[in-house]
């Protein structure tokens, strides 16, 4: 808990030092219209559990995405470092209509997360296959195992060096050794 | 009941959900374990637990659902979704295809309601580049949706029939569904897997008359709805086979993410069209419908109900439908008419450009939901400035509604987890995608 609180206060005075906004302890950003906030691995539980104590009953949605190949900037508020995968989890708060989407980082060589099933047990099966596609463990899930994929399946498909274009493509003809 | 101003208490859902999926409601248990099982010699007694497969080819699990079933004689204790078996990699192959492309591509998700998934990749890719429809196609899209929103719970009504044993009704609703699909047709040029909603406006302005056949259709369509009323509404059989069966309550819906006529059933009045108004709907007048049990009738009741609420609109969309452009007239992301292509060697290569390398979206990401028949449908899109998405989501209703299964089939007899397969109308089409 202790780290937590730790990696909370320095993300406060990260966000003093920027002069950006906060709420539950995450910077805030504007993406067309929607409320953004930007966690790390380390705060990502806490900023989730005040968001669920604040009213933000139902868990719409959660996924991945890889950004290895990502040709653009990704410069992100309040001085937090873009990582390969971001877990993106997406609320709602049915009494004030509100939604808000938290972007965290997770690092590609220590790809786990806590899982928010104790906060909202929906996101089991969004998690898991957040885990299937691009191998993010999510702590204390109660089933962490693949859920689109077979069982005994081999890689994680949306990964950005899975498969397509990854195995390359030999055009000239195989040197004939017989 | 309408939403106060308290905050609804769902931790309890939350704790009751959890506890239950250790002993009570969820099984969790890998192919190989179940495999172990099977081939163990000393089980199962005559009084113990037995694992059943229920799928994936089985005729009322709506395609390639499959279930594993914890059984204690006829009751089913714990139960397990596998799903899976009709994936084919959409969010992937959405990498590979243009914006443009991207709509032939979602429209196949969802095949009951093909509209639903193209107007939010619309939106979302709207949202990224800024862009305004035209009026006119935002009131065809509202309607293309709404029909879609008919024909998609007529579909519900013949297989929840059929899965009930009013194997008539099967017969009925397909053929009401097949009156919308013709209009579909006649817009479009396809019955289903349309590629007409697209990013900047629609495909093609309506077709001459296109009034009176919706006129037709509203005509045509009351009196059959009372018919199915009077199969099924009033019917003690069929009260007696859903009524009390499958219920889930509020806070555990909330809970278990789950939306659309899931969550209404429980009397929870949450709808994205009237709570987060999209396209025009804050113009248009209809109703919620909520239940009150959480049960199977509770959700057959609101289908049933939500194709006359989709009527009253279709209704209004006919008296306010607006003159003007089908899409929006931005040369970047529209083509030139097909009659220029003719005069002008721009023209020609102005739609060539488009429909080769597409059109560029601004870097960004953005999250576009619609109501969708089967709860929210949600798009979340991230491009990194080319003309491909860099990451396409799809927040499939059915993929999450699927985790409520277990919970509504607790402690119900085999008999009834076919009514609730059929009542939480899961498309596997968007569940694997």
Known sequence: MSDETAAAEEAEAVAEEAAVDLRFGAVVSKSHGDVVLHASVETYLEVCSEARADGFDQLIDLTAVDYLTYAGERALPGGLTPERFEVVTSLINHVRRERIRIRTQVSADEPTIPSLFDLWPGSEYLEREAFDMFGITFSDHPDMSRVLMPEDWVGHPLRKDYAVGAIPVQFKAASNER | ?433
């Open chain 2, 1 to 433: 009941m309408t939403i106060t101003d308290e905050t609804p208490e769902t931790v309890d859902g939350a704790a009751r959900v959890r506890q239950r999926g250790d002993d009570a409601a969820v099984l969790r248990l890998s192919e190989a374990q179940a495999a172990a099982i099977g081939t163990d010699a000393t089980t199962p007694d005559d009084d113990e637990r037995v694992l059943l497969n229920m799928g994936p080819s089985h005729p009322s699990t709506h395609g390639v659902l499959r279930l594993m079933l914890e059984m204690e004689g006829e009751t089913v204790i714990r139960s397990k979704p596998v799903v899976g078996y009709l994936h084919t990699g959409m969010e992937k192959q959405a990498e590979q295809l243009t914006f443009l492309q991207g709509c032939t591509n979602v429209t196949r998700m969802d095949y009951a309601s093909p509209f639903f998934t193209e107007l939010a990749f619309s939106l979302a890719t709207e949202k990224l580049l800024d862009i305004e429809v035209p009026e006119r196609a935002v009131w065809i899209r509202m309607l293309m949706s709404e029909l879609n929103r008919i024909s998609s719970h007529l579909l519900f009504m013949a297989t929840n029939g059929m899965d009930l044993g009013a194997v008539s009704m099967m017969i009925y609703g397909w053929r009401e569904r097949e009156e919308v699909l013709r209009f579909f047709e006649k817009v479009t040029g396809l019955r289903m897997n349309h590629n007409y909603i697209r990013p900047g406006g629609v495909a093609a302005d309506l077709p001459d008359g296109w009034k009176g056949e919706i006129e037709a259709l509203l005509e045509l369509l009351p009196p059959r709805l009372e018919e199915y009323d009077v199969l099924m509404t009033g019917q003690p059989i069929w009260r007696e086979r859903l009524q009390g069966v499958g219920t889930l309550n509020t806070d555990e819906a909330l809970a278990l993410s789950a939306t659309g006529p899931i969550l209404r059933s429980t009397g929870y009045a949450w709808d994205l069209r009237r709570d987060q108004p999209y396209l025009a709907y804050d113009e248009v007048d209809f109703d919620v419908i909520v239940g009150t049990y959480g049960d199977c009738y509770d959700r057959y009741a609101i289908r049933l109900n939500e194709i006359r609420e989709s009527m009253r609109i279709v209704e209004q969309i006919l008296d306010k439908m607006p003159l003007g452009d089908y899409r929006v007239q931005d040369k970047k992301v529209t083509p030139p008419p097909r009659i220029r292509i003719d005069q002008s060697m721009e023209a020609l290569i102005h739609h060539f450009k488009i429909f080769t390398e597409g059109f560029k979206v601004p870097e960004g990401e953005a999250y576009a939901c619609v109501e969708s028949p089967r709860g929210e449908l949600g798009i979340y899109m991230v491009s990194d400035g080319s003309s491909t998405p860099y990451r396409m989501h799809v927040r499939g209703p059915s993929f999450i509604n699927v985790q409520t299964m277990p919970h509504l089939m607790r402690e119900s007899l085999i008999a009834d987890a076919v009514a609730i397969i059929s009542s939480v109308d899961p498309i596997m089409g968007e569940v694997d995608r």
